[in-house]
């Protein structure tokens, strides 16, 4: 009988070692998933509305990716919000903003973006958030930058330059408005990562993201009402109905819970570093979807960028 007590814990032991795969797996997924975002709207950018006059357009795809997430991030709300006192005026306003600048702004200005630029280029854009917050953090509050972390800025922003270099030279000046439209998103999404820790705190991560997510699935839908006639829905053709479907779920709702998961199993840290396969899943599904070329200068400019953003973590 004295044996007894040594052994019993042996079995959970055992069992979250065989799950211990789990957590990195969610993170894994949850970012190629994010990172299919991409694909699935220069796919939709290939369609004509009905009659074939006009292309469908960024304002309609992303509404039509908002409509589809929108009772999904109502249900997510909802969970996080359970046993909880009601939201107060001043969390309202906060959710009210951080939606508007995190998802609303930054989505319609990637969505916009992505009409110039490939989703490659577009990606590694979005994945200098990191440095773009450390920067509005030494302008917002004087919270200097070390020179570690200048040296993993300009890495990053040497890799950049590298892709955008590329395509301007072969594509030409629109090139510089989406990446300028993208660089754009990437602030108003820094901005909202920067203001929503307090805000996290309080209100809770599952009910901040769920709520303000769907703040701007309300915006967006509300801009497309004011700016679009309600006609186009009739003209949008199957084809962009499902990309949007996969869009609004598998891109969107899908990886935003299971990153969430995934933190909650391996902590934030680990789950960030192994989504920087991110960039490289929309490089492979571009070059394989889109035809984009896959050259020796976005493959440079690609690992400059990863190297930076692993960089920067390590001197947290």
Known sequence: ???????????????????????????????????????????????????????????????????????????????????????????????????????????????????????????LILYITPTVVVLLSQWLFGRRATRGQWLAMGLAYVGLLLVFGRELHFEGPRVALGAGLVLASTLSYALYMIYSGEWVRRIGAQRLAGWASAVACALCLAQFVALRPLATLAAVPAPVWWLSIVNGTLCTVAPVLMVMMAIERIGSARASQLGMIGPIATILMGVVWLDEPLTGWLVAGTLCVLGSVAWLARLK
Do not use: C, N
């Open 1 to 123: 009988m004295s044996s007894a007590p040594p052994l019993a814990p042996a079995a959970p032991s055992a069992a979250g070692a065989s799950r211990a795969w789990v957590g990195p797996l969610l993170a894994v997924t949850g970012a190629i998933a994010f990172s299919g975002k991409a694909i699935i709207v220069k796919l939709g950018y290939r369609h004509t509305l009905a009659g074939g006059a006009e292309p469908v357009d960024a304002l309609t795809l992303v509404m039509l990716r908002m409509l589809v997430a929108l009772p999904f991030f109502m249900l997510l709300a909802w969970w996080g919000g359970r046993g909880r006192p009601g939201l107060t005026r001043r969390e309202l306003a906060a959710v009210a903003a951080l939606g508007f600048s995190g998802y609303y702004l930054a989505s319609t200005l990637d969505f916009l973006g992505l009409q110039y630029i490939s989703a490659s280029l577009e990606r």
